[in-house]
């Protein structure tokens, strides 16, 4: 098992209400990623981060924001949480090696949303 | 947008059995990867297989790449119901500096 957390592993919140989605590494790795799943279907990058005080916006649009204050922790935010928002989001992270293109990617459990 | 596509999508075997899922993507690559995600969960790294690789091998794992046809294949050797799961590729090439394209994926149930 990756040492990478989410929490909470579920949630089910009304709509107009605002969360924030945690995610934490212990590995060290500079650059974490959330992406959005919808049940069956592939994942969609909604941000990433590269290191601390970087973040940038995926390929999916959001209406979610990100921070990277510290390198271990990557939260994501909805100020308003809508239905529409109901799907499950994923928090990894990589470690690129200098000289090296290899970039394994490490998931989190992943928080399954659900806005009433 | 995606540019990973398995296929099949779905497949059922039974137990012992050997399975076979394939990927296209479309544009140049560094690496491409396959990672295995059980119902609910994240997904869990299995084998990573460089462009300038043609066959690599891990366990019950066989990953093949042919750059030619821009196209991989993942088979998995006697089957175990433990390997019921959605199996997705993923590519670095339309992005690089680690951002990776994830595939649909296959989903594998595995009777026992």
């Known amino acids: 098992e990756a040492d990478i957390y989410q929490t909470p592993r579920y949630l089910v919140i009304g709509t107009g209400k605002k969360i924030t989605l945690e995610c934490s590494q212990t590995m060290g790795h500079d650059k974490m990623y959330w992406y959005q799943q919808d049940p069956g279907m592939e994942l969609h990058l909604i941000h990433y981060s590269y290191g601390v005080n970087s973040t940038e916006k995926g390929d999916l649009s959001s209406e979610s924001t990100v921070s990277r204050i510290r390198t271990e922790h990557f939260p994501l935010t909805l100020e308003s949480a809508r239905p529409s928002h109901t799907s499950q989001y994923l928090c990894?992270?990589?470690?690129?090696?200098?000289?090296?293109?290899?970039?394994?990617?490490?998931f989190g459990p992943g928080t399954r949303l659900t806005v009433l | 947008s995606q540019q990973g596509e398995e296929d099949p999508q779905a497949l059922s075997i039974q137990e012992g059995e050997n399975a076979t899922m394939n990927c296209s993507y479309k544009t140049s690559i560094n690496n491409l990867q396959w990672y295995r995600q059980n119902s609910g969960r994240g997904l869990v790294h299995l084998i990573l297989i460089r462009s300038n690789e043609r066959e690599k091998h891990s366990g019950r794992l066989r990953v093949t790449l042919d750059t030619s046809k821009k196209s991989s294949s993942l088979l998995i050797t006697a089957s175990r119901a433990a390997d019921t799961a959605s199996y997705f590729c993923?590519?670095?090439?339309?992005?690089?500096?680690?951002?990776?394209?994830f595939g649909k994926g296959n989903q594998v149930v595995v009777i026992p």
């Open positions: 993923a590519t670095d090439g339309p992005y690089g500096n680690n951002r990776l394209a």
């Open positions: 990894a992270s990589s470690d690129l090696g200098r000289g090296s293109s290899y970039n394994e990617q490490f």
